[in-house]
């Protein structure tokens, strides 16, 4: 059974930092491209990053891109993602996905607050 089971959300102020983890058991973390995706209450989901298996290609959608980060750990099957310059749009549910699209399994999520 895939688990993904991310951490590590809080409330930030603006222009802030914050690191989410992901720790994913159950499948084959190695051989799968994994992504990060969030969710505002009333809205959809937004794709935000993807890497690939080898952790050398990485994406990001314009709205994260140059201020989030997104990694990998294979020896520990962990996913990260590295909020920097948070913004209060930021906010939302943020959720570990398997594939690189973000529409495959995802874990229970971990809610971000950017907020002075």
């Given amino acids: ?22 720790a ?12 990060w995706v969030r969710q505002v209450p009333g809205k959809g989901l937004e794709w935000i ?8 290609n990485k994406r990001y959608s ?3 891109k140059g201020r989030f980060t997104i990694s990998r750990d ?6 990260y993602l590295q909020l920097n310059s948070a913004k209060t749009e930021d906010t939302a549910m ?3 996905a ?12 971990t809610q ?3 907020s002075s």
């Fill in 1 to 22: 059974e895939v688990q993904l089971v991310e951490s590590g959300g809080g409330t930030v102020q603006p222009g802030g930092s914050l690191r989410l983890s992901c």
């Fill in 24 to 35: 994913a058991s159950g499948f084959s973390f190695i051989s799968f491209p994994m992504s």
């Fill in 49 to 56: 990053s993807s890497v690939d298996r080898h952790g050398q």
């Fill in 62 to 64: 314009d709205s994260v």
């Fill in 74 to 79: 294979d020896s520990r099957n962990m996913l």
């Fill in 94 to 96: 943020y959720y570990c």
């Fill in 98 to 109: 398997l594939g690189s699209d973000g529409t495959a399994a995802r874990g229970q999520g």
């Fill in 112 to 114: 971000v607050t950017v």
